[in-house]
């Protein structure tokens, strides 16, 4: 079979693997208050973001000790819906705990 169309070369649609992008991938935050407790935070860690206890407890003590500490990094659709999660765990339980996305 011939590659050629009207004369001009035909040029499949195949990429290179030079040319493959990942998707943008974003850190998510959580931020330190004075009011939501560290059991609390745990709780969200391990549900939202399925870590461990131990993963949970480090995290939390970051969060304690540092004001923020980094949950995971997700591509944007998965990301945005873990802060929102986040959000609406705090919200129901009374708490006023933030929760964050940047760029990597």
Do not use: W
Request: charged content about 25%; aromatic content about 8%.
């Amino acid at each position: 079979m011939s590659d050629h169309l009207f004369g001009d070369q035909f040029q499949t649609g195949t990429i290179s693997e030079n040319e493959t992008q990942e998707p943008p991938r974003f850190r998510v935050l959580l931020h330190n208050d004075d009011y939501t407790t560290m059991e609390f935070v745990v709780e969200v860690l391990m549900r939202v973001f399925q870590k461990s206890e131990p993963e949970a407890t480090t995290i939390m003590l970051a969060v304690h000790n540092e004001g923020v500490g980094v949950c995971g990094v997700y591509t944007s659709e998965v990301a945005e819906t873990k802060v929102d999660l986040v959000h609406r765990m705090a919200k129901v339980a009374g708490y006023p705990l933030r929760c964050s996305m940047e760029g990597e």
